[in-house]
Structure formats: structure tokens, C-alpha cells
């Protein structure tokens, strides 16, 4: 069982940054397929963005050149750096791993981007 818990969320204006974290209690990410996913009361939980074992990257057409996925494997570390932040941009953000055919999910911090 792998444990994720995320954190950096909180209450921006547009235009704002904020930087979320998600950390791994086992040493999964040269090999698992990490993901940020966000979800609302009106949206089902959608994918924003992911990133491979190898580094590779994909986002979402809704964030691609505001939010950049990284990681830290050395700290076990996901991290989503999210610029320009929009309204709509408000939801709760969950962590994902992918290891072999498993999911894992973290419970979510909330961001709130209000005027």
C-alpha cells in the first residue's frame, strides 16, 4: 500500500501561483506513473497532468502553459507548480501513482481562487 499526502493548497487571487506537493511514504517514482487530477461538485475528476518514470510529461489543453509537473525521486516528491491561476481553476487536487496496475490516490488539497 502506498501512502500519498498532499499539501500547498490554499486561497489565491487570479493571476495567482501556488505550488502543491504530494508526498510518497515508499520510494516509488522511478517507477511509477504520477498524475495530478482536480475535481469539483460539478465535474467528475479530471486529469491534469502527468509524468513518467523517464520524465516525460502531458497536460491537459486546460493548464498546458500555466501548470508544470515535476518530481523529486530522491525525495519522494510530486510536485504541480500552477501559475496564472484562473477561477475555474477552483477544485480539490488529488495525487496519483500507477505502480504495475495499481492505483493509488492521496486525499486532496483544496485550492480557491477567488477575485
Known amino acids: 500500500q502506498v501512502q500519498l499526502v498532499e499539501s500547498g493548497g490554499g486561497a489565491v487571487h487570479p493571476g495567482g501561483s501556488l505550488r502543491l506537493s504530494c508526498v510518497s511514504d515508499?520510494?516509488?517514482?522511478?517507477?511509477?506513473?504520477m498524475s495530478w487530477y482536480f475535481e469539483t461538485p460539478e465535474q467528475p475528476r479530471e486529469r491534469l497532468a502527468t509524468?513518467?518514470?523517464?520524465?516525460?510529461?502531458n497536460y491537459a489543453d486546460s493548464v498546458k502553459g500555466r501548470f508544470t509537473i515535476s518530481a523529486d525521486p530522491d525525495k519522494n516528491t510530486l510536485y504541480l507548480q500552477m501559475n496564472n491561476l484562473k477561477s475555474t481553476d477552483t477544485a480539490v487536487y488529488y495525487c496519483?501513482?500507477?505502480?504495475?496496475?495499481?492505483?493509488?490516490w492521496g486525499r486532496g488539497t483544496q485550492v480557491t481562487v477567488f477575485s
Open positions: 515508499l520510494k516509488i517514482f522511478r517507477v511509477a506513473t
Open positions: 509524468i513518467t518514470p523517464s520524465g516525460s510529461t
Open positions: 496519483h501513482a500507477r505502480v504495475e496496475a495499481a492505483d493509488f
